[in-house]
Every structure is written in structure tokens, then in C-alpha cells.
T-cell receptor, first 113, second 113 residues
Framework: EPEVTQTPSHQVTQMGQEVILRCVPI?????FYWYRQILGQKVEFLVSFYNNEISEKSEIFDDQFSVERPDGSNFTLKIRSTKLEDSAMYFC???????????FGEGSRLTVL | GDSVTQMEGPVTLSEEAFLTINCTYTATGYPSLFWYVQYPGEGLQLLLK?????DKGSNKGFEATYRKETTSFHLEKGSVQVSDSAVYFC????????????FGAGTRLFVKA
């Protein structure tokens, strides 16, 4: 069964360092998303991406964040200069349509020291 | 803006007890409604969905009915099992605003044998 895959599963970084989280969405999906979850609680929307551009972003997604789909398979989230409060589980998701089920990866845990 | 409110947890039940997790929503359009489940250490996965008023979504013994008049989508199960222990998220997607899905805060369920 097709699935969304994310790497790395866990990354530890120093404050101020750049981090890139990688995702391979399901191959025929057109809509891509990043969410984050802090301490296993609320799932917060970061950004949606369709047709090679950002469709919407939340107030969390400031200038330190960027997304890219560098080729036909990968979808990346970059944090330019990490802060302590960026420590969270980051989930990538994809969907064949703009409305409907999201298919989530297993997440990348980011720890900022 | 759109929002989802669900009952706070944790909810602790004995095996075979009846489960209700309340969820209400606010939306300007006609959203699709979802329940997602997150088992320990995993990503979110769709449990059930309903796309229009009076639809009933069901899966694995869980049910929820889309009530437009009360803007609710409560999750129910007649007899819970230990394996149902997880975090449950109510969510909505209205196909506008960048195609994002908004999640409630999550309700943690513990089922005791």
C-alpha cells in the first residue's frame, strides 16, 4: 500500500542551525502539507502546497520556514535558524484532492538544544 | 475563521464500555468532517469521515453523524477494547483557504482491561 515516508525520524540540532526535513508523498497525490505537533498534543497546520506553490500558510510559518518540491518525488521543509520552541514532531501529509483524507507520514521528531 | 472544539481528555474507560467524544465546529462554508486516530509513536490515520449534513461515517465499530443544526460530529463506539487506546482528533476541511484541514486539540482515550 502506498505510504508517505519521512526522513529523518529524529534529528537533534543546536539552536541557530539550519534543518531540512524530507518527505516523499504518495506518487499520484497533488496536495502536500506540513503539520507540527508539540508534546503529543494539538496538531498545528503549517503550510499547504499545490501546483508548485504555497496555497496557504499559518502564522507559525514565518520567514524562517520554507518549503520546496525540488523534483517529482520529494517535498522538503527547511527551518533556517532553529529556535528552542521549534522542538516538535513534524508531520508531512499528502492528498489526491484539496478536500478529503490526508495521508500522514510517521513524523520527524526535531529536538533543538 | 474555521475551528474545531473537542472534549478534553484524558478519557478512561473499562473494556466494553460505551464511548462518546464530543466535537463541535465553526465553519463559514460546508465542510467535510473527519475523525483521525493516532496510536502511540505513529502518525495520524483517518478513522472515518462525512462529507455532507446527515451523513454517518463509520469504521471499526466507530460512528459519527454530521449534524449541521448543532454543528457537531460526535464520535461513538458501543463497546471499546484495550486496542482502542489512542488519541482521537476531530477535523474539518472546507476546500477553501488553501485546502487545509484544521484539527481539534485531540482527546486521549485509555481503555483498561
Amino acid at each position: 500500500e502506498p505510504e508517505v515516508t519521512q526522513t529523518p525520524s529524529h534529528q537533534v540540532t543546536q539552536m541557530g542551525q539550519e534543518v531540512i526535513l524530507r518527505c516523499v508523498p504518495i506518487s499520484n497525490h497533488l496536495y502536500f502539507y506540513w503539520y507540527r505537533q508539540i508534546l503529543g498534543q494539538k496538531v498545528e497546520f503549517l503550510v499547504s502546497f499545490y501546483n508548485n506553490e504555497i496555497s496557504e500558510k499559518s502564522e507559525i510559518f514565518d520567514d524562517q520556514f520554507s518549503v520546496e518540491r525540488p523534483d517529482g518525488s520529494n517535498f522538503t521543509l527547511k527551518i533556517r535558524s532553529t529556535k528552542l520552541e521549534d522542538s516538535a514532531m513534524y508531520f508531512c501529509a499528502s492528498s489526491p484532492r484539496g478536500v478529503g483524507e490526508l495521508f500522514f507520514g510517521e513524523g520527524s521528531r526535531l529536538t533543538v538544544l | 475563521g474555521d475551528s474545531v472544539t473537542q472534549m478534553e481528555g484524558p478519557v478512561t474507560l473499562s473494556e466494553e464500555a460505551f464511548l462518546t467524544i464530543n466535537c463541535t465546529y465553526t465553519a463559514t462554508g460546508y465542510p467535510s468532517l473527519f475523525w483521525y486516530v493516532q496510536y502511540p509513536g505513529e502518525g495520524l490515520q483517518l478513522l472515518l469521515k462525512a462529507t455532507k449534513a446527515d451523513d454517518k461515517g463509520s469504521n471499526k465499530g466507530f460512528e459519527a453523524t454530521y449534524r449541521k443544526e448543532t454543528t457537531s460530529f460526535h464520535l461513538e463506539k458501543g463497546s471499546v477494547q484495550v486496542s482502542d487506546s489512542a488519541v482521537y482528533f476531530c477535523a474539518l476541511s472546507d476546500g477553501t483557504g488553501g485546502f487545509k484541514t484544521i484539527f481539534g486539540a485531540g482527546t486521549r482515550l485509555f481503555v483498561k482491561a
